[in-house]
């Protein structure tokens, strides 16, 4: 495996870092060949790892695709790299995108993958695939307006436009917004109420969410009927604490 992204553990936290600043992190078929081989062991990593922080090393967080390695051969099919994202988006774990600097195109894509959108008042979000006459192929025209509404998506898709962090705040494109200075403490705080709830019931409640994306109500209440999970292991424990508090 490559060191295009780093691995650190502890406490139940797993931080996944792109790991190629002197790119401001651009994605090569090598970053996603690392982050493959992390994805593939954190989801069997679920009695350990109960919630997964993808950032970025350097002065940014993604500066998007790699532009020098567009049509060069990877050996990889050519829908690797958005299976990649997509077995992002189906980790077991709540998975945080801690963002700073810039988070543009391939990297935005890779970000909305996420669960989560943690950002330092620095961050900046952009979609230029039409500066270089691209199109998104990672996920940016099926999940952008599923995040912030498609009049929106339109604007940053069709413009080019710079979001500033307050912004993207604004269009729920970020979940917890960071003032200057503070991004470690705040994203800090969410980790540790994410781990104190139930792994158990995160991990169904994301799973459920997944299953019944798309489908009418009444066939998301049956499917969440009978494919119920049921209750943690600790379920008695921790209404047992509850009692005696």
Same mark, same amino acid.
């Given at each position: /495996?490559?060191?295009?992204?780093?691995?650190?553990?502890?406490?139940?936290?797993?931080?996944?870092?792109?790991?190629?600043?002197?790119?401001?992190?651009?994605?090569?078929?090598?970053?996603?060949?690392? +982050?493959?081989?992390?994805?593939?062991?954190?989801?069997?990593?679920?009695?350990?790892?109960?919630? !997964?922080?993808?950032?970025?090393?350097?002065?940014?967080?993604?500066?998007?695709?790699?532009?020098?390695?567009?049509?060069?051969?990877?050996?990889?099919?050519?829908?690797?790299?958005?299976?990649?994202?997509?077995?992002?988006?189906?980790?077991?774990?709540?998975?945080?995108?801690?963002?700073?600097?810039?988070?543009?195109?391939?990297?935005?894509?890779?970000?909305?993958?996420?669960? &989560?959108?943690?950002?330092?008042?620095?961050?900046?979000?952009?979609?230029?695939?039409?500066?270089?006459?691209?199109?998104?192929?990672?996920?940016?025209?099926?999940?952008?307006?599923? $995040?912030?509404?498609?009049?929106?998506?339109?604007?940053?898709? /069709?413009?080019?436009? !710079?979001?500033?962090?307050?912004?993207?705040?604004?269009?729920?494109?970020?979940?917890?917004?960071?003032?200057?200075?503070? +991004?470690?403490? !705040?994203?800090?705080? &969410?980790?540790?109420?994410?781990?104190?709830?139930?792994?158990?019931?995160? &991990?169904? =409640?994301?799973? /459920?969410?997944?299953?019944?994306?798309?489908?009418?109500? =009444?066939?998301?209440?049956?499917?969440?009927?009978?494919?119920?999970?049921?209750?943690?292991?600790?379920? $008695?424990?921790?209404?047992?604490? &509850?009692?005696?508090?």
């Amino acid at each position: /495996m490559t060191q295009r992204v780093l691995r650190a553990d502890a406490g139940g936290l797993c931080t996944l870092t792109l790991n190629r600043p002197d790119k401001r992190n651009a994605l090569d078929t090598e970053a996603f060949e690392a +982050l493959d081989a992390h994805l593939g062991a954190l989801e069997c990593a679920t009695a350990s790892v109960g919630c !997964v922080v993808l950032r970025g090393a350097g002065e940014c967080f993604c500066a998007g695709a790699d532009l020098k390695g567009i049509g060069q051969p990877t050996g990889h099919p050519p829908a690797y790299k958005p299976q990649v994202i997509e077995r992002l988006g189906r980790l077991p774990q709540p998975v945080i995108a801690a963002v700073h600097g810039i988070c543009y195109t391939g990297g935005l894509e890779l970000a909305l993958a996420c669960d &989560f959108i943690v950002a330092d008042a620095s961050a900046r979000f952009a979609d230029t695939h039409g500066k270089w006459g691209l199109v998104g192929a990672w996920g940016m025209a099926e999940r952008l307006p599923r $995040r912030i509404g498609v009049p929106a998506a339109k604007r940053m898709m /069709m413009t080019g436009s !710079v979001v500033t962090a307050a912004a993207a705040e604004s269009i729920g494109l970020v979940d917890l917004l960071a003032p200057a200075g503070t +991004l470690e403490a !705040v994203l800090e705080g &969410f980790v540790r109420e994410l781990l104190a709830n139930s792994w158990h019931t995160n &991990f169904a =409640a994301k799973r /459920m969410m997944l299953e019944a994306d798309g489908l009418p109500l =009444a066939q998301a209440l049956a499917r969440g009927h009978y494919c119920h999970p049921g209750h943690a292991p600790d379920q $008695r424990e921790r209404v047992a604490a &509850f009692k005696r508090e």
